[in-house]
């Protein structure tokens, strides 16, 4: 099972409160406002969600830790090559069709953009330190292709 670090929810959250709405019953924020108005205060101490912060915790935590596990069909192809009969007759040497497809299907229970997550800061290729983490990136595109090959 895939464990990935969502830090887009975690960011949210960071930002909301550095632009004073550190009083989320008042003013709630995004996604998380109705996760957030339950977090731990001394009058709800019966809670898992933590109590809002102003300023970065160093605190480990699996908070916001996810399943990333997903299945996705990746690339599909498919091909014709016309048999030499047809070819003869229509004065060809060579008739092919094909279609493919990359990213056309995705299973996750996920939230984030795309749970197969990467990450690349500035043409940085040392982002082997950083896999698992979910840094909001694109995700990936799905694109479709047909074509026709012909030759005479």
Request: proline share 5%; aromatic share 10%; hydrophobic share 35%.
């Amino acid at each position: 099972m895939k464990h990935l670090f969502n830090r887009s929810i975690f960011l949210t959250a960071a930002v909301s409160l550095l632009l004073g709405c550190a009083d989320l019953d008042e003013k709630p924020v995004g996604l998380l406002a109705p996760e957030a108005l339950n977090r731990w205060t001394p009058t709800n101490t019966n809670t898992d969600v933590p109590k809002a912060a102003v300023g970065r915790t160093r605190r480990v935590s699996t908070r916001w830790v996810k399943d990333g596990s997903f299945v996705r069909m990746k690339n599909l192809a498919i091909g014709y090559n016309f048999p030499k009969p047809v070819l003869e007759k229509l004065k060809i040497s060579k008739l092919r069709i094909y279609a493919s497809a990359q990213n056309i299907l995705t299973f996750t229970k996920y939230k984030g953009y795309d749970p197969e997550v990467n990450y690349s800061s500035d043409g940085n290729t040392d982002s082997n330190r950083n896999l698992g983490l979910d840094y909001g990136s694109y995700p990936n595109a799905k694109s479709y292709t047909i074509g026709l090959n012909l030759g005479f």
